[in-house]
Each structure stands twice: as structure tokens, then as C-alpha cells.
């Protein structure tokens, strides 16, 4: 599953302070958070779903994070 999220991420070093946090939470997924991108776009690819999650982490650490869109590939054989 992928999921794209609208953060207020704004900085590196913003990142930097949950990037720990994420990759722990994320264990097994890909993710990556689009600075350059004016809606600062985490994208999240996981075999599980973590949107809650995801969303409580930046939540708790002050951050806005809005579910923009979901979609589900399945695996290629």
C-alpha cells in the first residue's frame, strides 16, 4: 500500500529529529518526505497498513500530516 500524506514538514533538520522515530515505526517500509514540494509529500510504501499510526507520530511531534490518497499494488510475481 502506498500512502501520501500533506505534511508541514519544512526543513532537514525538522526532518532529521522523527526521521529515527519513522524508520522505527516504518520497519520493513519505504518512506521519504518531499521537501522540495510545496504540500512537503510524505509518501509511505508498506505491506502494512500504518496510516494511523504514521499520522499520531507527526501528530504528537507537532506536525500536521492529512491523508491525501491511498492506492494498493499488488505485489508483482
Not at 526521521?19 to 521519504?32: R, V
Not at 518526505?33 to 502494512?48: A, F, Q, T
Request: hydrophobic content about 40%.
Amino acid at each position: 500500500m502506498i500512502s501520501i500524506f500533506r505534511t508541514n514538514i519544512q526543513s532537514g533538520v525538522e526532518l532529521s529529529k522523527i526521521a529515527k522515530h519513522l524508520n522505527n515505526l516504518l520497519s520493513g517500509a519505504t518512506w521519504s518526505v518531499d521537501l522540495g514540494d510545496s504540500d512537503k509529500i510524505l509518501r509511505i510504501d508498506s505491506s502494512i497498513d500504518k496510516i494511523g499510526d504514521a499520522v499520531s507520530l507527526l501528530t504528537k511531534f507537532g506536525y500536521d500530516c492529512e491523508n491525501l490518497q491511498n492506492f494498493y499494488a499488488p505485489p508483482v510475481w
